[in-house]
């Protein structure tokens, strides 16, 4: 089986050797960019990164241009590494789509487990399973979303919490919880993280984005009248 390739973008080449020999360590393989420039280059060329750790302040194309210039061609998976912990640029990451976003200094393991979580919600671990509930179809192995025989496209981190509401329909998730399942290691956002990816993934499916129901106080529940 070929092993899963993963971009790590940062121009501090310590940086990248660190991030570089945990991943190697645990399977990878690792493809290295100095800036986003060179990134773009790799990741367009390549075409078979599953992943792309990226970091925010680099010369020449920062983070944001890079993680924009991505998302209009391709929903890979994007953690942002930055060394701020501004709410205000966290919340721009998550606008532009990105699935993690990490304060440094941080742990390598962590970083990793990060990594293994999103792409086994994304089937790129072989997980097979399939979700079907109210008219929608989760394909995890294929990490492909479907109502009434139409593609919906999410990113990642829409596509985690789509799975997570599926597979506990009719139960009521606090903020909180959806928080450790979804975002994971816990993950010291607020509440605004959660309703933001909500409403957004509400929007991309449409009609059907009336099954995610807001408990007033606490957080959701997918709920489906069978």
């Excluded at 280059?41 to 924009?68: A, H, N, Y």
């Excluded at 072989?126 to 979303?145: C, F, P, Q, R, Y």
């Excluded at 997570?164 to 605004?192: C, M």
């Excluded at 509400?202 to 997918?222: A, V």
């Amino acid at each position: 089986m070929e092993r899963i390739k993963i971009l790590v973008v940062d121009d501090e080449a310590r940086m990248r050797k660190l991030v570089k020999d945990f991943l190697t360590r645990n399977g990878y393989d690792v493809v290295e960019a100095e800036d986003g420039s060179q990134a773009l280059d790799i990741f367009f060329e390549q075409k078979d990164i599953s992943l792309i750790i990226l970091d925010v302040m680099m010369p020449k194309l920062d983070g944001w241009e890079t993680c924009r210039e991505i998302r209009q061609y391709s929903q890979v998976p994007i953690i942002m590494l930055t060394a701020k912990s501004d709410e205000r640029d966290e919340l721009q990451g998550f606008q532009l789509g990105v699935d993690e976003y990490i304060v440094k200094p941080f742990s390598p393991k962590i970083l990793v487990a990060r990594v293994e979580v999103i792409l086994k919600r994304s089937g790129q671990l072989n997980n097979d399973e399939t979700l079907e509930a109210g008219g929608i179809v989760v394909n995890k192995a294929a990490h492909s979303v479907m109502i009434d025989q139409k593609d919906v496209e999410l990113s990642y981190k829409e596509f985690e919490l789509l799975s997570y509401f599926i597979e506990n329909k009719g139960i009521a998730l606090s903020r909180e919880k959806i928080l450790n399942h979804v975002w994971n290691y816990d993950y010291f956002g607020d509440a605004r993280t959660i309703d933001t990816h909500v409403k957004k993934l509400r929007s991309k499916l449409g009609s059907k984005g009336e099954l995610i129901k807001t408990i007033w106080g606490m957080g959701y529940k997918f709920e489906v009248n069978e």
